[in-house]
């Protein structure tokens, strides 16, 4: 019987010293499997866990590459207009002025028989001193050109086209002494002679430096203009020798200028210009068989200046509509 006794003492003894030794149930697994069990109808929910509290990782390319993901979708975000560059880009507008005309000399006359002037009247006379008003239209673009360290010029060119009222008108009564005949005289005589600038047109390159809203500019290119001219020599009121002519010149015109900015796109301009359209020569035929051996010449001019005012409505590189 104490043998039997003993045993049982030495089983129980076993089995404690093996519990002893056995790892502790973890606590996070006895969550994980509670987790996972649905809980009973009616039962309260258990507080979660201080590792079910903690963010969601996220992964590292979501991370590092936020900033990229704005700028795609600020790239994406349709464009705006572009802002208005002062004096860039085409432009258009419209100018009034004045100008003068000279040049040219004064008759003279041809005896074909003789060779020389003998029997011609002797008319003391000049070139002829015209002006008037003109206006028209401008076309033109401009764009920037560095020059390094931050300096730019604007480089463009400008077309315009301008009718006008630029005339002059001689009146010269005699008597005319006769060449070669002392004493003699053409009385009643009376010669007239006229010019006028009929309309113009310019070609112009533009050189100009930006300072805020002026740019001081240069200017160049050729001049093409329509011009008339006219002389007679009249006879006791009758033309004698009479000449018409229209004509087409052309020549060089430089000036320059300076130019604001106004209001938006519109600016405007003060432009001084010269020009050089050439010299028309003309002869008088006679009006009849009387003289027909005598002929007048005459040198009409057509240089001057011009000053005038316009303002332009810029339109940009992409035009305004």
Not at 142 to 147: F, G, I, K, T
Not at 236 to 255: E, H, I, M
Not at 276 to 290: A, K, M, N, S
Request: include cysteine; charge should be negative.
């Amino acid at each position: 019987m104490a043998a039997r006794i003993f045993s049982v003492i030495a089983a129980i003894g076993m089995f404690a010293a093996l519990a002893a030794h056995a790892q502790p149930v973890s606590g996070d697994i006895v969550d994980q499997v509670l987790q996972t069990m649905p809980p009973r109808p009616g039962a309260a929910l258990p507080p979660p866990s201080p590792a079910t509290l903690q963010p969601a990782p996220q992964p590292a390319a979501a991370i590092s590459g936020g900033g990229d993901i704005v700028d795609r979708a600020l790239q994406t975000q349709p464009a705006g207009p572009a802002p208005f560059v002062p004096w860039t880009g085409f432009y258009v507008g419209a100018n009034l002025g004045g100008a003068t005309t000279h040049g040219g000399s004064g008759v003279s006359c041809t005896n074909s028989l003789t060779g020389d002037s003998t029997g011609c009247d002797v008319i003391n006379n000049g070139g002829i001193n015209a002006s008037g008003v003109f206006g028209g239209g401008q076309v033109g673009y401009m764009a920037p050109v560095s020059l390094g360290q931050g300096t730019s010029l604007m480089l463009g060119g400008e077309v315009d086209l301008q009718g006008t009222s630029i005339t002059g008108t001689q009146n010269t009564n005699g008597p005319f002494a006769i060449t070669g005949f002392p004493g003699f005289t053409c009385s009643p005589c009376n010669y007239t002679a006229s010019q006028s600038l009929d309309w113009f047109s310019t070609v112009r390159l533009r050189v100009g430096v930006p300072l805020d809203n002026f740019l001081v500019y240069g200017t160049g290119g050729v001049i093409v203009g329509g011009v008339t001219t006219s002389q007679s020599l009249n006879f006791s009121g009758v033309p004698g020798y009479v000449v018409n002519s229209r004509s087409a010149l052309a020549g060089p015109t430089v000036g320059g200028g300076v130019e604001v900015l106004v209001s938006g796109p519109l600016s405007a301009k003060l432009e001084g210009l010269y020009y050089d359209l050439g010299t028309v020569r003309t002869t008088t035929l006679p009006q009849g068989g009387f003289g027909a051996n005598f002929s007048e010449q005459r040198a009409f001019g057509f240089q001057g200046a011009m000053i005038r005012l316009g303002i332009n409505f810029r339109l940009g590189d992409f035009g305004a509509f």
